[in-house]
């Protein structure tokens, strides 16, 4: 069955990094693109951005643009984000999810547990 | 950027009634080259991930029981329970896939 299991959660200071991890099982993870997916604490769902694990290709939004890096590696089945220079308003939990395509997002149609991200100083 | 917004906020609705969500997009997610929507629905249980229920504006989702039904195209879109059950209490939110994706603010749905 379809799994992704994210890393455990982590707590930062501001202007730190963190990288989260999105370990994949139960399909062929090269046919797939994987988003991700943030939910501040009571607040509604943010797109975060997209990457291809067929070709590497990403886009992510606008306003995180600047500071997000999203890869995988197609030898672990493992997707990635990186966020730089983290701000208090970047507590959330960040998930990952699934794409059914390799060219673009689409919908999602499965999704990680989600990983706890604090940033406090 | 199209901006997703659904009405109501929140609804309480009686075990066995209709429970109706409504989404509207600021331009059209009708993708006119293959006549498609493109539009997801979502349920949100608390401390859960989001899960699927409905992309392309209708196709029920594999193993999504048969109450949940979307409908809508072009800017205006509902998700509809027709028979509430007590395990649909949750938070329902749209998503549009025509550019950049971007969500509705969230439905949570109550039992009266």
């Known amino acids: 069955q379809v799994q992704l299991e994210q890393s455990g959660p982590e707590v930062k200071k501001p202007g730190a990094s963190v990288k989260v991890s999105c370990k994949s099982s139960?399909?062929?993870?090269?046919?797939?693109?994987f988003n991700w997916v943030r939910q501040a604490p009571g607040q509604g769902l943010e797109w975060v951005g997209w990457v291809s694990a067929n070709n590497g290709n990403t886009n992510s939004a606008k306003r995180l643009q600047s500071r997000v890096t999203m890869t995988t590696d197609t030898s672990t089945s493992t997707a990635y984000m990186e966020l730089r220079n983290l701000r208090s308003d970047d507590t959330a939990v960040y998930y990952c999810a699934r794409s059914p395509d390799i060219h673009s997002w689409y919908y999602f149609d499965h999704w990680g547990q989600g990983t706890l991200v604090t940033v406090s100083s | 950027d199209i901006v997703m917004t659904q009405s109501p906020d929140s609804l309480a609705v009686s075990l066995g009634e209709r429970a109706t969500i409504n989404c509207k997009s600021s331009?059209?997610?009708?993708?006119?080259?293959?006549?498609?929507?493109?539009l997801a629905w979502y349920q949100q249980k608390p401390g859960q991930p989001p899960k699927m229920l409905i992309y392309?504006?209708?196709t029920r989702e594999s193993g999504v029981p048969d109450r949940f039904s979307g409908s809508g195209s072009g800017t205006d879109f509902t998700l509809t329970i027709s028979s509430l059950q007590a395990e649909d209490v949750a938070v329902y939110y749209c998503q549009q896939y025509y550019n950049t994706p971007a969500f509705g603010q969230g439905t949570k749905v109550e039992i009266k």
């Open positions: 139960g399909f062929t993870f090269s046919n797939f693109g």
């Open positions: 331009q059209s997610v009708l993708y006119s080259s293959n006549n498609k929507n493109y």
């Open positions: 392309w504006a209708s």
